[in-house]
C-alpha cells in the first residue's frame, strides 16, 4: 500500500510558477507509476502528466505540455511536478496519484491518491 501526500500548492499570478511535490511512503515507490491528476471547480478530474516507475518517461496533456514538468526521486520516495508559465484556467486541487501499471490519462485506473493541493493561478 502506498499512502501520498502533496504539498506546495498556492497562489500565483499568470506568467509565475509553482512546484509541487508528493511524498510517498513505503518501501516500493519505484513500483508505482506516478500521475499527476487536477480538477476544476464543477469540472471532472482530468490527467495532467506521469512518471514511469524508472522516471526514465513522462508523459504530459496537451494543455500543459512544454510548461509542465514532472521528476521524481526514487531514494526519496518523491515526485515533483515543476509549472511554469501558469495560466489561470491551471486553478484547481492538483493530486497525485499512484499505479503498479503502465500510466494512463484514466484516473479511475490509479489506486492510490494524495488528499490534493490547491492552486490558484490570477490574471
Known amino acids: 500500500q502506498v499512502q501520498l501526500v502533496e504539498s506546495g500548492g498556492g497562489s500565483a499570478q499568470a506568467g509565475g510558477s509553482l512546484r509541487l511535490s508528493c511524498a510517498a511512503s513505503g518501501r516500493t515507490f519505484s513500483g508505482y507509476t506516478m500521475g499527476w491528476f487536477r480538477q476544476a471547480p464543477g469540472k471532472e478530474r482530468e490527467f495532467v502528466g506521469a512518471s514511469s516507475r524508472n522516471g526514465g518517461s513522462t508523459y504530459y496533456a496537451e494543455s500543459v505540455k512544454g510548461r509542465f514538468t514532472i521528476s521524481r526521486d526514487n531514494a526519496k520516495n518523491t515526485v515533483t511536478l515543476q509549472m511554469n508559465s501558469l495560466k489561470p484556467e491551471d486553478t484547481a486541487v492538483y493530486y497525485c496519484?499512484?499505479?503498479?501499471?503502465?500510466?494512463?490519462?484514466?484516473?479511475?485506473?490509479?489506486?492510490?491518491w494524495g488528499q490534493g493541493t490547491q492552486v490558484t493561478v490570477s490574471s
Open positions: 496519484a499512484a499505479r503498479l501499471l503502465f500510466y494512463t490519462t484514466d484516473p479511475g485506473s490509479y489506486q492510490y
